[in-house]
């Protein structure tokens, strides 16, 4: 038989990368970690391990270890639901993560219909793009994930992880202060493309290099006819957003960035396909139906519809 607790740590190792990683997590000293994978190895009586210069990685009959201990793990989480959803009332820790606007415009308004539904939740928030939680809550780092999608650009979906829909959020040209791309008619009859090609030769503010946001940005900017010229980078889209309000840079912004006030600069439609990305929640599989979390999903899918 097995230790679970040894299978837990090379399925941390997997998601993790290296065992000072593991230790960090877990509050374990390496070698710590290092000895109980060597115990399970003495388990399976096979090697799971093997080095690649200073790192390790797994053989693979480790992999198929990983994969049973994901499937044992998926019905202890449902296992957790089930007793949770046995009790009367929702208590406990929910530990979530969410990227900046949505964590502006959706989340607080969802902490406050649960603090007043559920006020023995406790909810820890961790602002965090997709690129670093949606591993962090493989990892167990988290709970639930609010993450993005931008157009043409689909997010791996690991098997371990469930995802649920929650709202479209508009997405625009936002036009520096002080320079006019045309309006009215005649910039309707010149579309989308033209009023992209209009800011071909003046700055840009783009998230960094690497993300989806800043692939799709990219990819619309080359489809309308040029290379943008991005002087200015940042994950935060308020940046943006003060950026092209004092005429530095032209922006591409949603509109969850404006939290339903009135926008502050022009803005101008996107190429059709273009025009919005898609929000979601994820959780890991088995995790879906624990009652903290279809509370939270049930509260920011309210304060998606009031915003």
């Given at each position: 038989?097995?230790d ?7 399925r941390e190792l997997k998601h993790r990368?290296?065992l000072?990683?593991?230790a960090a997590a877990l ?8 000895q ?8 399976a ?8 210069g200073?790192?390790v990685r ?7 270890l990983?994969a049973h ?11 957790e639901a ?11 820790t929910l530990?979530?993560a ?21 006020p023995?939740?406790?909810?820890h928030?961790?602002q965090a793009?997709?690129?670093?939680a949606l ?11 609010v ?8 997010n791996?979906?690991p098997?371990?992880?469930e995802?649920?829909?929650l709202c479209?959020d ?8 002080g ?8 910039a309707q009859?010149?579309?989308?493309q033209?009023a ?6 003046h700055p840009?503010?783009?998230e960094?290099?690497g ?11 080359r489809?309308?006819?040029f290379e ?5 980078e ?12 004092q005429?530095h840079a ?5 509109d969850?960035?404006w939290s339903?006030?009135?926008p502050?600069?022009a803005?101008?439609?996107?190429p059709?396909?273009q025009r919005a ?10 995790r879906?139906?624990?009652p903290?979390?279809r509370?939270f ?5 309210e ?5």
């Amino acid at each position: 038989m097995f230790d679970l607790h040894r299978l837990r740590l090379l399925r941390e190792l997997k998601h993790r990368g290296t065992l000072a990683a593991v230790a960090a997590a877990l509050s374990y000293s390496p070698s710590s970690v290092s000895q109980q994978l060597s115990q399970l190895e003495a388990e399976a009586g096979v090697p799971l391990l093997e080095p690649v210069g200073r790192r390790v990685r797994l053989t693979e009959q480790a992999e198929i270890l990983v994969a049973h201990t994901e499937a044992v793990l998926e019905r202890l989480e449902r296992a957790e639901a089930d007793i949770a959803t046995s009790l009367s009332e929702i208590t406990g820790t929910l530990r979530i993560a969410s990227f900046q606007t949505a964590a502006l415009a959706l989340v607080p308004t969802a902490l406050t219909l649960l603090r007043d539904a559920h006020p023995r939740l406790r909810v820890h928030m961790t602002q965090a793009e997709p690129e670093r939680a949606l591993p962090a809550l493989l990892a167990r780092d988290f709970d639930v994930v609010v993450a993005e999608e931008y157009p043409g650009s689909a997010n791996p979906r690991p098997a371990e992880l469930e995802q649920e829909d929650l709202c479209e959020d508009p997405l625009r040209l936002a036009l520096p202060a002080g320079v006019a791309v045309g309006s009215g008619e005649s910039a309707q009859r010149r579309g989308p493309q033209a009023a992209l090609m209009r800011l071909a030769g003046h700055p840009w503010v783009m998230e960094p290099e690497g993300t989806a946001a800043r692939h799709w940005a990219t990819a619309l900017c080359r489809a309308a006819g040029f290379e943008p010229d991005v002087r200015y980078e940042s994950t935060d889209l308020l940046l943006h957003l003060r950026l092209a309000e004092q005429g530095h840079a032209a922006a591409l912004l949603p509109d969850l960035v404006w939290s339903g006030r009135p926008p502050t600069v022009a803005l101008r439609q996107l190429p059709r396909g273009q025009r919005a990305r898609r929000l979601f929640t994820a959780v890991r599989r088995g995790r879906g139906r624990h009652p903290a979390i279809r509370a939270f999903r049930d509260a920011l899918r309210e304060a998606a519809a009031v915003g």
